[in-house]
Every structure is written in structure tokens, then in C-alpha cells.
């Protein structure tokens, strides 16, 4: 699916087409039908979860454009979309630990205090490594 130039970067789209696989032509038409709704949401200037200058809150972009891309394989290299297992288990990890911790903070403001948030977050991976041995 085409994505317009000026909408891409607000749907965190970097290519010039949206390209994903679904097990049935009901559910990718349900997805496309999704996509072309959020296009005409941002043309029209009436959503304004999706922001260029960073404001977006980090729980906004989780919700609306990271969380749909990950499970999809997005956001990685591979091509293979991550199992389900693998999902669950994301899933529950961001809604434990991580969105409590940075879900009111926007993306500029994260992107700004980076040291103190990389800090937070090896402190938490530690937390979980030890959980997760015992």
C-alpha cells in the first residue's frame, strides 16, 4: 500500500509503501482499511497522537506505531515475524516494567536524558536476569 510522502514519517513508515502478510484476505482487508483510515486522520490534521517533533508521549508511540510493527517484524532485520510466545512475553515485560517507567515521558525528552535512561533500563534488564534465574 502507498503511503503519502507528507503522512510517512508521522506513521513512522521510512519506505514508500506499506508491506505486510496476513493469513486471510479478511484480515488484511481490515488492515488496510485501518491504514487508509489513519491516512485520512493525519491529513486532515484530526489525530494528533503522531507528532515529527518528538513530543509524542513514549506510551502513545508504543501503542500506536511501535507495537503493530514489532509484532510484525518491522523492527528488526529479519523477515520472520517474532512467535507468539515471543510477543506475550514482550508484552508483558513493556506493560510491568517499561511503560511504567517511561510511558509519560515523550520521545524528545527520553532522547535528551539518554544516560539516565540507559541506566534505568540495565538496572531493569539486571532485575529481570535474576528473576528470571531463580
Known amino acids: 500500500m502507498y503511503i503519502p510522502k507528507e503522512i510517512r514519517s ?6 514508500t509503501h506499506f508491506v ?5 484476505r ?27 517533533d518528538g513530543n509524542i508521549l513514549f506510551s502513545d508511540f508504543y501503542k500506536h506505531i511501535w507495537w503493530e510493527a ?3 517484524s518491522q523492527t528488526t532485520s529479519t523477515t520472520k515475524p517474532p512467535s507468539q510466545a515471543i510477543i506475550d512475553g514482550t508484552e508483558i515485560v513493556f506493560k510491568r516494567h517499561i511503560l511504567p517507567m517511561f510511558a509519560n515521558f515523550s520521545i524528545d525528552f ?8 540507559i541506566q534505568q533500563l540495565l538496572h531493569l534488564f ?3 536476569k535474576i528473576s528470571l534465574n531463580q
Do not use: C, P, W
Not at 508521522?10 to 519506505?15: H, L, P, Q
Not at 479478511?26 to 507528532?51: C, M, P, R
Open 70 to 72: 514489532y509484532k510484525a
Open 110 to 117: 527520553l532522547n535528551q536524558n539518554k544516560q539516565y535512561y
Open 10 to 15: 508521522k506513521m513512522g513508515i521510512k519506505g
Open 26 to 52: 479478511k484480515k488484511a482487508k481490515e488492515a488496510e482499511l485501518d491504514i487508509l483510515t489513519k491516512i485520512h486522520q493525519l491529513e486532515n490534521g484530526e489525530n494528533l497522537v503522531f507528532s515529527k
Open 126 to 128: 539486571l532485575f529481570l
Open 20 to 24: 505486510k502478510r496476513y493469513k486471510t
